[in-house]
């Protein structure tokens, strides 16, 4: 599942790295809360619905900043604000085939950003935060590395950018040095 980061009227999205520095439950959320009907925010496991009564997801977890919204397809942070109390649980002003056409959007719009900066002599880090090398070469399916055991073929999919917008690929040094050891036998 993908983290989003966009903006849908007044959601805010945040960033994957942002999110996943802010992950931790707010004080007082239990963790493991079901959320019920007489809560005045959702909590941990919770069902949001949409403004047709269609569910959108359910709460992954809450920071002060969001509550992350799990869509089954990618993690969602909402401002908590954007979720409201209803007869039938928790709501959100929206509709499902908004919510899901925010999410396509903001995915392309994503992508387009990271392969914007995918240009030879870009620095890439894995995802352990390591050096990995430096952009070679990309096209329209792979990424060319050129790392300090030789030149690397990634899939363009594999690429992301933090939140400072260092390029970072879903691979760690260890993973990377293990696949190139084994492919060179």
């Known amino acids: 599942m993908r983290t989003l980061a966009l903006t849908i009227g ?43 009564g269609v569910a959108l997801g359910t709460v992954a977890s809450i920071t002060p900043q969001a509550v992350i919204l799990n869509t089954g397809t990618a993690q969602v942070p909402v401002p908590p604000a954007s979720i409201g109390k209803t007869d039938k649980g928790f709501a959100m002003a929206m509709t499902k085939a908004d919510l899901d056409a925010a999410v396509a959007s903001s995915q392309a ?16 880090t894995g995802l352990n935060g390591a050096t990995l090398g430096t952009i070679k070469a990309a096209d329209a399916q792979f990424v060319t590395l050129t790392t300090a055991k030789g030149d690397v073929k990634l899939p363009i999919a594999g690429f992301s950018a933090d939140a400072s917008g260092k390029i970072v690929a879903g691979i760690t040094a ?12």
């Open 174 to 185: 260890d993973q990377l040095a293990a696949a190139t050891t084994g492919a060179a036998k």
């Open 10 to 52: 007044s959601l805010m999205m945040v960033p994957a790295a942002a999110l996943a520095q802010q992950a931790q439950p707010a004080p007082g959320a239990a963790a493991t809360a079901t959320g019920s009907a007489t809560a005045t925010a959702p909590t941990v496991g919770a069902t949001i619905y949409d403004s047709a």
């Open 109 to 124: 719009q994503a992508q387009a950003a990271v392969k914007s900066k995918l240009t030879p002599g870009t620095s890439v």
